[in-house]
């Protein structure tokens, strides 16, 4: 079992950028692939981006492609999600999310742990 701990959210005006991280405790991450997601209110939890155990594959959704980059350092055990060019719509709790079965899932069904999540606001 892994315990996923986010953090890097905050308020950031539109057109500004921030940069979350998702850190691994007790079991190293190399053995899960990665997953970004989020939840706006009084919406549905959705995803964001995906990444393979050694960093070669990646996956973005569309409204996000181009502005966000998901990375990750096995060494570390940290996963991240740098946002760019951010805009109101990119309001929500971001959550980061491990699949032991290594698919780049779109998926909430996919990952089997998930952190507490990380408050984003973009102000307009």
């Known amino acids: 079992q892994v315990q996923l701990v986010e953090s890097g959210g905050g308020l950031v005006q539109a057109g500004g950028s921030l940069s979350l991280s998702c850190a691994a405790s007790e079991r190293t991450l190399i053995y899960y692939a990665m997953g970004w997601f989020r939840q706006a209110p009084g919406k549905e939890r959705e995803f964001v981006a995906a990444i393979s155990r050694r960093g070669g594959n990646t996956d973005y959704s569309d409204s996000v492609k181009g502005r966000f980059t998901i990375s990750r350092n096995n060494a570390k055990n940290t996963v991240y999600l740098q946002m760019n060019s951010l805009k109101p719509e990119d309001t929500g709790v971001y959550y980061c999310?491990?699949?032991?079965?290594?698919?780049?899932?779109?998926?909430?069904?996919?990952?089997?742990?998930w952190g507490q999540g990380t408050q984003v606001t973009v102000s307009s």
């Open positions: 999310a491990a699949d032991q079965n290594l698919r780049l899932a779109r998926t909430i069904e996919a990952y089997d742990y």
